[in-house]
């Protein structure tokens, strides 16, 4: 860079060779940026059209990016939407991730299967259980274990307790970004009852390390029935608030009803499933489409509309809580006696009494949580519904203790995609709305 100046002594070609060496170096600051959203999402040139009034010629025609995220209470988590914006007219999006990876999957590959349900609980944390018994199911197939068929109940009553909370956490988060504080309180209200429930027969709130390859932990503690029911009851009571604090207000349907619209085929060219594809008038739901567990056995409505748009997606949910108590009810109503986990010595762990009692029960409670099962060599995938659609795991094993390889399909990391089509043409406050109906758990993403 050439010497300083004294500004009074500034010549016009001085000041152009400055000014001149300064584009050089923004430029250069430029070339040097290695973030995602500076590769790709640019500005644009657009033709601005004025239809009357007396709104002077703009100096520059350039749309404008801003980013939204990664900290910021509407993006659920550590994500960042870059926008371009025309005024406040979104042009285009492009969602950012990668700020919270935990390396979860490669993680699975120095756990055995007896520790791998306390990895992958922590992945959708607001559904734990569903990423518990996903890769229960897989690890079952792969040992060709047939589950006792009160596991099985137990497994399905948990998991759609799981949605209930999840949905009711989506019902608070989306009332509070959109403005309804009162849905945040009442959200909460019930979903805390809801967690209470889960950890009276789980032990914990959240993050439960309950589905296990094999079955499940531990049996129903005394008197579930009532308390499941009572809090179905709650529930109930609950949604029926919701609906009337929200379905039919105006100022909820203004910035709900035609916002981010999204078709059927695009969902599937994308991969998008859940809610967001049911919304389309595709009802596809894996527990109708591909059973599980004792789905076939239970009666239940797969819930969809027509119209794609974030008020769909707010009633999808709010009714799929009713179908998950219809559902919940009917487990405490068949729950059949017996057994709630195989009893297969090399899978399942002696019985606590047994330890204190017997020296080979010791040595093969010791055996099991250091050594682990083998599973034989093989490659499966299982798919289940969870609260935002299908996630799926991918397990590659080649006979020992650990899996080779473990992925999982989150549904949320496609699920971000619709996001794109969605935001075209609406305004910036519509984009809080948008993320907020596709419900996504960062945890899950970058997992």
Known sequence: MSEPVDEEELTEEQAEELIDELDALETARLERQTGEGAQELTRGQRELVLTGGHWPEPESDETMIINMGPQHPSTHGVLRIMMELDGETLVRSKAVIGYLHTGMEKTAEELMYVQGSTNVTRMDYASPLSNELVFSLATERLLDIEVPDRAQWIRMLLVELNRISSHLLFQATNGMDLGAVSMMLFGWREREETLRLLEQITGLRMNHNFIRPGGVAADLPDGWQESVLHV????????????????????????????????????LDLGITGPILRSTGFPWDL???????????????????????????????????????????????????????????????PPRARINESMEALIHHFKLFTEGFR?????????????????????????????????????????????????????????????????????EVDR
Not at 233 to 257: H, M, S
Not at 300 to 324: C, K, Q
Not at 388 to 408: F, N, Q, S
């Open 287 to 349: 527990r109708k489409e591909q059973p599980y567990l004792k789905y076939p056995e239970v009666d239940f409505d797969v819930v969809y509309t027509e119209n794609g748009d974030v008020y769909d997606r707010y009633r999808i949910r709010l009714f799929e809580i009713a179908e998950s108590i219809r559902i919940v009810r009917q487990c405490v109503e068949k729950m059949p006696p017996g057994d709630y986990r195989v009893q297969d010595r090399k899978v399942t762990p």
């Open 375 to 443: 599973v034989p060599a093989g490659e499966t995938y299982v798919a289940i519904e969870s609260p935002r659609g299908e996630i799926g795991c991918y397990i590659v094993a080649d006979g020992t203790a650990k899996p080779y390889r473990l992925h999982i399909r989150g549904p949320s990391f496609y699920n971000l995609q619709s996001m794109a089509p969605m935001v075209e043409g609406a305004m910036v406050a519509d984009a809080v709305a948008i993320v907020s109906s596709i419900d996504p758990i960062l945890g």
């Open 232 to 267: 179905c009851e709650l529930v109930e009571a609950g949604i029926d608030d919701y609906d009337r604090l929200l379905t039919e207000n105006p100022i909820f349907q203004e910035r709900t009803v035609g916002v981010g619209t999204i078709t059927t085929q695009q969902c």
